[in-house]
């Protein structure tokens, strides 16, 4: 018997190049997707070996070959590769927002393999069982919830009695029509399982994390969320001794030391994650990891602990940042322990991530005014990152019982379920004709508040805050607060550019466009006239008037511990693209402004910074003494170090014409140690100057309060 398992697309729903080519995308579907390596290990564990395709490698390979305007193609290739693999079963796993793609590519691996039998499973093919089995044909079962004990119970009778009406959790037809079964009991002992069979993908190779189930099931009841549909409200979690083991397999195997530990509300039984952090702390292993939790099942005594045990990450399910949405949504959390716990995490040095959702059918605009409050007071934490999504009504859950008659359908809907900026038309069709099946990709009524604002809102949140966060701190704080702000700035945008909507205006806010308009829009209000506001305009103009270098071509890069001697025509070149800028005023004063919520404190006079420019990252900004501003500035890809030499002594006259070349080359070696600019040496060119390197060890070393000093770091603006 040979098995097929098939993983989500979670890559393939987005057809916009700017989209699927941006880095958290690419590393967000380069993870391994849990369900499918647990129930291969299970598989393997019983003599089967069954194969899997990663249908995220397989769009990406594919992009990369034909481009964004072949993708239209994606689901028959897959389908043909799949359908390749000689295989009697064809597992599919299945999320809501790959749903329809999901289907397309089975219905064609259904027409290649009629006799193959094609089985579902995973979150949304669990909850529209029913409803897949009466719609497409091309599916034969559908496997709900937990799996790895179902899994072997529906294969044997597959090859054995086809006593489909004995396996626990499935849905299937008979001649009455569509059956389901009794659910599957929940697997209790989680370290019974087998570890994932990473294996068999090679996925965690040359990652710098790797993902780990820590636990199954919510208690929780909340009435958005569709957890419960799949693992019942019943908690548990695996031992730390099992974790702790397959944490030292991964790091033997692939040399990885961080994990992201999955479950979906780990911290609710505060004796076990007691007793997790205790026995990392007493293995001595170091190794680091991050968590779901909510804000209510921590504080500042347990946050300590889990990060003297390792943990560098959390991850808080807020959702809405009203009191009054709170108790409508089951989600009971106080907003303002909320923010103190967002605050805590930060002081212990754990970067948190804050969710909201906006679009509740019965939230008011003082309710957005709460959610963004929530959302710019972690925006103005250093170490947190607020997200923002629009609700989607997601399959069985009680808000979509509730509303789904009173569903509707856009070209762009909601972005909770990772809907990308464009929708394969053969997806829409199906959309369109089984909304029940995929009521993900339709909004829900919200009488008090415009949808397309809360779109529009969404986008210009999240831009911003990534482009512009401290600016945009400094923003809220000086007006009645960013949703007024953004009322104003929507009024301008819409004579700028009237009509945009939909996939249009997502476009418009990842473009440099947005940037520009929003820059001169804060010149324009009143808000624009606030000290820590100024310096950040300053700043932006600062960085769009600098100069970025060139990168020398044919050259190679020196490493800084080959000690190799350094050739007067080698070639310093700033890093990431770097820019110099000088501002009037020192960042920091303007960022703790921001912090604190108060007006600035000017201690400093004109402060250098050099500024990375990698496309799609928050660059930071280095505070850099006069001296090493005008050194990294002069590395720009056209001057050899000898050039940069003579143009530092135009630039520091004073020094005297015997140390020039000590200290001037001192200063280059020092911004190459502290990793503000990169040495280039052309084959050819050091083949010419044999005779002309020079030694520098004396240059090589550097105060530790020089380096500290320079090194100084600023969050990204």
Known sequence: MQVCLVNAATAAEFSDTAEFEAEEIRRGSSDPQLGILSLAAVLEAQGCCPQIVDLNRMFYRYADAVGESGLEGFAELAASQIGAIDADVYGFGSICSAYPLALRIAKEVKRLR??????????????????????????DFVLRGEAEESLPILLEELFGGRRFDLVPGLTHRSVWGVQRNVDAPLLVDLDALPSPAYHLTGELRGLARASLELGRGCPFSCTFCSTNDFFRRKFRLRSPERILKDMRAIEAEYGIGDFDLVHDMFTVDRKRVQAFCHALIASGQGYTWSCS???????EELIELMAAAGCNGMFFGVETGSERMQKIIDKHLDTRRAHEIIDIVERAGIRSTISLIIGFPQETRDDLRDTIAMFMHSARVPLSGPQINILAPLANTPLHVKYKDRMTLDLLCSDMSHQGRKQHSEDMELIRNYPDIFPNFYLLPTPE?????????????????????????AADQAGAGILDLFTDWVELRDTLYPGLAGSDLRHYYRTPRFLRDFIAFLRSHAVGTIEALKLFLEYEDAVSCAQSPQSPRSSRPLRRNDKETLDWSDIPVRKNQSRVIELSRGLEEAIDAVMNCQEPEWETGRQHYVVGQEPGKKNPAYHVSSRIAKTVEACNGRRTICHVVKHLATEFPSVPESRRDYE??????????????????????????????????????????????????IQAL
């Open 114 to 139: 009629p006799e193959a039998a094609i089985v579902f499973g995973g979150p949304q093919a669990s909850v529209v069982s029913d409803q897949t089995l009466k719609s497409f044909p091309c599916v």
């Open 293 to 299: 939790a909510r804000t209510d099942c921590v504080d």
């Open 449 to 473: 508040l415009d949808r397309s604002m809360l779109l529009e809102l969404r986008e210009f949140t999240l831009m911003a805050e990534m482009r512009f966060r401290w600016l945009l701190g």
């Open 664 to 713: 001037f080359v001192r200063l280059i070696e020092t911004a190459w140690a502290e990793d503000l600019i990169e040495i280039f040496r052309s084959d050819s060119a050091a083949a010419d100057n044999q005779d002309a390197g020079f030694s520098m060890p004396e240059y090589t070393e550097m105060s530790a309060a020089a380096s500290a000093r320079n090194q100084a770091s």
